[in-house]
């Protein structure tokens, strides 16, 4: 991994978690939040994963294809392109 072990995660989570701490009233209030705001996160964090342990190319060609597809899962996942976003988010919560 080109950032390590510990702070992957941590840029790929932290800030988003951060915000959700901040902004919420309560653990429930929390864990309603981060259903909705991490597995997007999640997603992207993991095909940056997947993307930089089978492409066998320079760091510069990793990254690209990785921002790629991270910004084509964040269109996907969000309320303007498909709704999937919301829709796990109502899942995770119990909504559905």
Do not use: C, E, R
């Not at 964040?74 to 919560?93: K, Y």
């Amino acid at each position: 991994m080109l950032v390590g072990n510990v702070a992957g995660p941590l840029l790929a989570f932290g800030p988003q978690l951060a915000m959700d701490i901040h902004d919420s009233t309560s653990g429930k209030d929390f864990l309603k939040k981060t259903a909705y705001s991490q597995p997007t996160n999640a997603l992207v964090f993991a095909s940056g994963v997947v993307v930089g342990a089978t492409v066998s190319a320079p760091a510069i060609v990793i990254i690209g294809i990785g921002l790629v597809v991270g910004l084509t899962i964040q269109f996907v996942m969000s309320d303007d392109a498909t709704g999937w976003g919301t829709s796990l988010g109502n899942l995770l919560t119990g909504k559905d």
